[in-house]
């Protein structure tokens, strides 16, 4: 196991909730916007292409581009949105970022608004988040007051607002989030046109993740170089991993994408118990099995939002499917028809798994609804969510034989309902 690097996005007390928020924002030396401020906005993006910096929400596209992006725009009212709705089961890093060191994010929000020359900033926080809500709201009192939320003296105004959330994991999804935004259910409007191109009220939107955010104020305050120099090749920057599961210490474990799954267990006090599998990226993402714990959690090995749950072997693999085509069931919002028919179906061949003869069958019929829904459903909430279960069928095919044959020892309950 390597050691844990230095923490530079956590690793801080946490000061949200803490009667030291003024200490914090006293002595917060602002050295991102400083930098700034003697930076053109072409400058500001120079440096994050050059950083490698990916977006840290899961879809890892490159930061640089989806500004330079919006800057492109002929369209000149602009938005920058920070993501903190952070909805997926297991993840949480986000929350603790917010909680140890909010300024980051904000620094690098209005670092956002005046590279693309945005009116007004946006952050969209869950919904349980209130004591962080609080918090931002006093930070961004004090800031307003002093004149801090510019990163060009004598700028035009630029605000920063707070929202709160909708409590739904599809919210966290960018179309649905900005319809969130504009006072509208919160249901993806599928894409394009890209949010560059018309996102918050139609107008050409950065939306960034918490952490994204936050590394965006490192790459301005240490350089591109400092950057790139951390972590494996196309893999640049300290990285945050949301631990839990059946791990002794569940925690945020910040390290660069070299760690291997090995390693980020050994810094969570290891597996309770005897490791089994577990779900990189969180439900949407990847099953890594005992065999993939020594590869590394890259962008490429699926690290996507960097949420780890781990699970030993007192857990049933049919009983971790069922979870997780619940979780998408009901948090899919059935706008769209593949979506809909297909998390219908899902969900009735796990309901139904005792009645059927064989697996292959279900197998199949999973895979399939998986492939319509990459091809054909209006975002990614449907076919994420049914990605992880025909790979639970595949690692596990005995788990599975013992419900067909309504004998299930580990969870006894799902074969007694079926019997
Ligand atoms: C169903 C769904 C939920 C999502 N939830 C979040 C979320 O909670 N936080 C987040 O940053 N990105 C989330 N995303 C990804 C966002 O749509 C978007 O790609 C991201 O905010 C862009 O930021 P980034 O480029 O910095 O990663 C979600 C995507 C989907 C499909
Ligand atoms: S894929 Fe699912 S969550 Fe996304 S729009 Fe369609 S039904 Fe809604």
New binding site residues.
């Given amino acids: 196991m390597k050691p844990l690097p230095a923490s530079f996005l956590t690793g801080r007390p946490k000061i949200v909730g803490s009667p030291r928020l003024y200490d914090y924002y006293r002595s917060y030396p602002f050295s991102a916007l400083r930098k700034a401020r003697n930076m053109t906005a072409e400058g500001i993006v120079a440096e994050l292409l050059a950083s490698g910096l990916r ?7 490159p ?1 640089g581009l ?1 500004w330079q992006s919006v800057m492109q725009q002929a369209e000149t009212v602009r938005y920058v949105v920070a ?6 089961p297991g ?1 949480y890093k ?1 929350r603790v970022l917010l909680e140890q060191n909010p300024l980051a994010v904000i620094e690098a929000l209005v670092i956002a608004g005046c590279t693309v020359k945005a009116e007004r900033g946006y952050i969209y926080l869950n919904q349980n988040y209130r004591a962080i809500e609080k918090a931002l709201l006093q930070l961004l009192q004090w800031l307003r007051e002093e004149g801090r939320l510019r990163c060009v003296e004598g700028a035009g105004a630029f605000d920063i607002q707070v929202r709160r959330g909708r409590q739904r ?2 919210s ?3 179309t649905a ?1 900005f319809r969130a935004l504009e006072g509208r259910r919160a249901e993806p409007t599928g894409r394009p046109p890209y949010p560059t191109e018309q996102g918050l009220w139609g107008k050409p939107t950065v ?4 952490e ?1 955010l936050a590394s965006v104020s490192l790459i301005i305050e240490r350089g591109d170089s400092w950057f790139a120099a951390i972590g494996p090749e196309h893999n640049h920057g300290p990285k945050l991993f949301s631990l839990s599961g059946d791990v002794a210490r569940p925690d945020v474990i910040e390290a660069d994408m070299s760690a291997t799954l090995a390693d980020l267990i050994g810094w969570a006090g290891g597996t309770v118990g005897t490791f089994k599998g577990a779900f990189v990226s969180g439900p ?1 993402g990847r099953l890594f099995l005992p065999r993939d714990l020594s590869l590394p959690l890259t962008i490429q090995n699926g690290c996507g ?1 960097g949420t780890v749950i781990v699970f030993n072997d007192t857990r049933c693999a049919v009983d971790l499917a069922r979870q997780v085509t619940d979780f998408f069931h009901s948090e899919h919002c059935g706008q769209c028809l593949p979506g809909r028919e297909s998390m219908k179906q899902a969900k009735a061949l796990m309901d139904g798994l005792e009645n059927q003869a064989a697996l292959e069958p279900v197998l199949q019929h999973y895979q399939q609804l998986h492939a319509v829904l990459l091809n054909s459903s209006k ?3 449907c076919s ?1 969510g049914t990605g992880i279960v025909p790979a639970l069928m595949q690692a596990f095919p005995a788990d599975f034989a013992r419900h067909l044959r309504h004998d299930c020892p580990i969870c006894r309950a799902g074969a007694e309902v079926a019997a």
């Fill in positions: 977006g840290r929400g899961g879809a890892s596209f930061v989806k993501n903190g709705e952070e909805g997926e993840t986000d994991y599809i966290g999804e960018e989030l939306i960034n993740n918490i994204t949407s939002n975002c990614g909430l994420s």
